[in-house]
């Protein structure tokens, strides 16, 4: 399956993204699915994961409460509502799938190519 995030750019601290993973070649309510990021000099994190049926989600501690993912099986995309952006957040986000979940492991199968996400002070 191929990925496809979108909807990075630049906004001030307090401000809010959406970022949207579209897949294409495989429907993606196969797929659990994550987002993970990678600042300049650190490595690639964990951020969100969703089950293939949205039952199961999973957040990182840093985002709990300001990111919502979410997933749309009819328009075969996968979303990343971020609130209350810091500029601790900026970084490339990347959208992954798998057929088997793999929750806050990097393991997953199939990557995005990454979306930036640069927050102002």
């Known amino acids: 399956v191929q990925l496809q995030a979108s909807g990075g750019g630049l906004v001030q601290a307090g401000g809010s993204l959406r970022l949207s993973c579209a897949t294409s070649g495989r429907a993606i309510g196969n797929y659990d699915m994550g987002w993970f990021r990678q600042a300049p000099g650190k490595e690639r994190e964990f951020v969100a994961a969703?089950?293939?049926?949205?039952?199961?989600?999973s957040y990182a501690d840093s985002v709990k409460g300001r990111f919502t993912i979410s997933r749309d099986s009819a328009k075969n995309t996968m979303s990343l509502q971020m609130n209350s952006l810091s500029p601790e957040d900026t970084a490339v986000y990347y959208c992954a799938a798998d057929l088997s979940w793999q929750g806050t492991s990097d393991g997953y199968r199939y990557w995005g190519q990454g979306t930036q996400v640069t927050v102002s002070s």
């Open positions: 969703i089950s293939r049926g949205a039952s199961i989600t």
